[in-house]
């Protein structure tokens, strides 16, 4: 096997890749679309199974742009699911909220003086 031919060999195996992973991409975008109904899903899947090639260009000319707007509406909806998680998380407390619970753990004696001021004065920075 001299060089050309292991390129060659390389070129084919990649675009193996490349087709297998488009054609997955295209099944986990018809799945997850909520605008087409079942039967809509089942001739797309019949059209991916008998004409691979041609069926995957068609649907990524007809349906291309909404399969990048769908996955930008799914990655936004991550984002902020994570976000809320790490407001939750972390407490979005106000100094003065801080303050009143360092004061509440006072007076029940959970905290020192000092820890208080310690408390109060992070609030406040």
Known sequence: MGFVDFLL???????????????IW?????FRDHTLNGWAKTGWVIV????????????LITR??????RQTERV???QQASAEYIR??????SPAEEIAR???????GAITQTEFDA?????LA
């Open 9 to 23: 060999w390389a070129l084919w195996l990649w675009l193996v890749v490349v087709c297998i992973w488009i054609f």
């Open 26 to 30: 295209i099944l986990i975008d018809i």
């Open 48 to 59: 991916l199974v008998i004409l691979p090639l041609l069926g995957a260009l068609i649907y």
């Open 64 to 69: 291309g742009g909404s399969m990048a707007a």
């Open 76 to 78: 936004k909806e991550s």
């Open 88 to 93: 939750a998380v972390a407490g979005s407390a």
């Open 102 to 108: 360092a004061q509440e753990l006072l007076a029940a």
């Open 119 to 123: 408390i109060k004065a992070k609030a």
